[in-house]
């Protein structure tokens, strides 16, 4: 993913997606209705991680958008000043 933008919007929707899975029964009643509930106990040992893995990559993202901004508004003045030499 070259855009930062994109970057952040694909961490910040596997976040929101994964906070939704751990902290409401969703997967639990999903489970349930398939008839894979003794699975819903081991659904902390792989969604926990994700959050981080997410939460991570989110922070990441903000980061390196930060980073592509700062850039941006530098880059303009020095193409000006090579322009005139």
């Given at each position: 993913m070259?855009?930062?933008?994109s970057l952040l919007r694909v961490s910040v929707i596997?976040?929101?997606?994964?906070?939704?899975?751990c902290f409401?029964?969703?997967?639990?009643?999903?489970?349930?209705s398939v008839g894979l509930a003794a699975l819903a106990g081991y659904l902390d040992y792989a969604l926990i991680p994700a959050l981080a893995l997410?939460?991570?990559l989110t922070l990441y993202a903000l980061w390196r958008q930060k980073r592509h901004d700062s850039?941006?508004?530098?880059?303009p003045s020095q193409s000006r000043n090579s322009s005139h030499e």
């Open positions: 070259k855009k930062p933008k596997g976040t929101v997606l994964v906070a939704l899975c409401t029964p969703i997967l639990v009643i999903l489970l349930g997410f939460i991570g850039r941006c508004d530098t880059l």
